[in-house]
């Protein structure tokens, strides 16, 4: 499978010089790619980025109107952010080398940040601008404020989203913004705004955006929450499952409450794993078995938690979701379900004893331990 930072590859950079330099007779292209192909295989993704955005301040006009000019004339036509993820072409920019474009805007515009967050819009229905637009949040929040509260009437769904992603406080990827970390309740209104928007894009970052505030703030989140929940369509409640997903993995009190979770009611409870030893890159099988002394049907969230061994020796838990279900007075359930340790990215597993535990409405129900090899 090909890297992903390979979607800033050779041909990609050199089609980007290309397309500038039809917009700006003064554009020196070889020097572009000079300093923007640089040892390129040895960089990582955000290293390729940030060489490509270094290489454009070099090499583009240092008049940033006349940078912005040249930039807005080479975007790609199509305003459907990539939909179908072909990357700049000789029609224009979209798609990943959006994103060191947007690093120039957001960075360089200076005094003339009006022009550069216009630009950011214009950019951000190629692909999207979330994070070249936090350098203006952090500069100036309150000027963009007013320019991106009006966004969220917007026509094209990519900048609506941006209204909300591109002020998320721990945008993944992205720098920090610790004022909207400090002050929770700063973006409440442009989420508001765009709660019940028509677009699941949208409203899915709306969702995350959220759940940013969670974080660091979960009974704001909480709060909002609660507003939200009364007379909810059916789009907002799934919004609002999706933003408090990790205060109801963590089995916070008042977000189970808010969903009428309260302490699973079990007369027998067991977990049996298909196997106590697993190789690395295989799959561990487990099933579960509940038998309900409620007398009256009981909502139930599933989620489990394995501990993983860590290099240091230690075990971490990672909670995982399950399922919900609705188990009727006296009823006896075997749920089964199977977990991939086959390597990813994003985790590192460790040989050693690891453990199971299963969390029903945020009480750990059962546990058992097993060894990966």
């Known amino acids: 499978m090909e890297p992903f930072k390979e979607v800033f590859h050779r041909g990609a950079i050199q ?15 070889k020097r572009f790619e000079a300093l923007a ?9 955000k290293q390729r980025c940030d060489q490509i955005y270094r290489a454009l301040c070099t090499t583009l006009p240092q008049d940033f109107p006349r940078a912005a000019e040249v930039i807005r004339a080479s975007l790609h036509p199509a305003c459907d952010g990539n939909a179908q993820k072909l990357g700049v072409t000789e029609e224009g920019v979209q798609g990943w080398m959006i994103m060191p474009l947007a690093e120039y805007a957001g960075r360089e515009c200076g005094a003339h940040w009006p022009l550069g967050l216009d630009l950011l819009k214009e950019m951000t229905m190629r692909f999207t601008s979330e994070f070249g ?21 917007h026509e094209n769904e990519h900048v609506r989203r941006l209204v909300s992603e591109g002020a998320r406080p721990r945008l993944p990827w992205g720098m920090r913004l610790p004022g909207f970390i400090a002050d929770p309740h700063a973006t409440v209104p442009l989420l508001e705004a765009l709660r019940d928007d028509t677009s699941p894009y949208v409203r899915k970052s709306v969702a995350n955006h959220l759940n940013d505030i969670a974080r660091d ?26 933003a408090l997903r990790n205060l109801l993995k963590q089995g916070h009190p008042e977000a189970l409450a808010l ?26 099988p487990f099933s579960l078995h509940l038998h309900s002394s ?51 990215t994003t985790r590192v597993y460790y040989p050693g004893l690891h453990r199971l535990e299963i969390k029903i409405n945020g009480s750990i129900v059962a546990a058992a331990d097993f060894t990966l090899r």
């Open 294 to 344: 409620a007398k009256t049907p009981q909502t139930l969230r599933l989620d489990y938690v394995l501990h993983h061994q860590k290099a240091n020796g230690r075990l971490t838990p990672k909670v995982f979701r399950w399922k919900d279900l609705m188990l009727a007075p006296g009823e006896v359930l075997r749920l089964e379900k199977a977990h991939s340790f086959r390597p990813i």
């Open 37 to 45: 192909l640089k040892n390129l295989a040895a960089l990582e993704l």
């Open 217 to 242: 703030h979960p009974l704001v989140a909480l709060d909002v929450a609660r507003r939200w929940n009364s007379g909810a369509p059916t789009e907002r409640q799934r919004l609002l499952r999706h």
């Open 259 to 284: 969903y009428e979770l309260a302490a699973p009611r079990l007369k027998q409870t067991a977990l049996s794993l298909g196997a106590d030893e697993l190789a690395m890159g295989g799959s561990l």
């Open 15 to 29: 089609c980007l010089g290309q397309v500038i330099g039809r917009h700006d007779a003064t554009f020196d292209r």
């Open 133 to 153: 637009i936090r350098h203006l949040w952090l500069a100036r929040p309150r000027e963009v404020m007013k320019v991106v509260a009006m966004w969220t009437q």
